[in-house]
């Protein structure tokens, strides 16, 4: 079973530039994750979504990010526009929604540096 | 609101040591707890989890985690530590098993030979 993908792996960019983070959760999920994972930190949610709806999307800075998930499968993270704080690791999570037994798995992140 | 408190951001042991990762937790309701590893420029593996069933959690690779209510604590332990276990281990809190998931600052395991 693929687990879930992020990509791009890596991505260096200047300040005030746009980037987006692309993320296909593991086959039949209906629960899809962003989370920021600053340097020496844990991860804290962005953004969670059941399906096509974002039900928790409350840690969302809304004045530059924005998230989508079309058709309740892939979905993409856009900063616009990029500050030098915004350097970090975005990780993708991906849950079957199944209740008490209900598990996240994690892609391999995307790590953003802003210059 | 929940939130993770886990006690040093290093721990450094000898191979064939053990390993005493430490958790505490706070929650207003009986909580989920989980203990997730990450290994360098990869994402976090789920390592075990706690869902109001046995106090003693096992999980993968040799590792278990007692929830104790009394001391808010579920510290994640192993016997023999290998190299192989150096990595940053992180402690999580929900308060369900299908809602967000409140992560500690995570212990980074150094193991030498």
């Known amino acids: 079973e693929a687990g879930v993908v992020q990509s791009p792996r890596y991505k260096i960019i200047e300040k005030k530039q746009p980037v987006a983070f692309w993320c296909n959760p593991i086959s039949g999920h209906n629960t899809l994750y962003w989370y920021l994972q600053n340097l020496g930190q844990g991860p804290e949610l962005l953004i969670r979504?059941?399906?096509?709806?974002?039900?928790?999307d409350s840690q969302l800075p809304k004045d530059r990010f924005s998230a989508e998930r079309l058709k309740g499968v892939d979905s993409t993270l856009k900063i616009q526009p990029a500050e030098l704080g915004d350097s970090a690791v975005y990780l993708c999570a991906s849950s079957a929604g199944t209740g008490e037994t209900d598990t996240q798995y994690f892609g391999p992140g995307t790590r953003l540096t802003v210059l | 609101a929940q939130s993770v408190t886990q006690l040093g951001s290093h721990v450094s042991v000898s191979e064939g040591a053990l390993v005493l990762l430490r958790c505490n937790y706070s929650s207003s309701v009986p909580p989920y707890l989980f203990w997730y590893v990450q290994y360098p420029n990869q994402g976090l593996q789920l390592l075990l989890k706690?869902?109001?069933?046995?106090?003693l959690v096992k999980g993968i690779n040799g590792f278990e985690a007692e929830f104790k209510k009394s001391e808010t604590s579920f510290h994640l332990t192993k016997p023999s530590a290998h190299m192989s276990d150096a990595a940053e281990y992180f402690c999580?809190?929900?308060?369900?098993?299908?809602?967000?998931?409140?992560f500690g600052k995570g212990t980074m395991l150094l193991v030498s030979p």
């Open positions: 999580a809190v929900s308060d369900s098993g299908y809602s967000t998931l409140t």
């Open positions: 706690y869902t109001s069933a046995a106090t």
């Open positions: 979504y059941e399906n096509e709806e974002a039900v928790d």
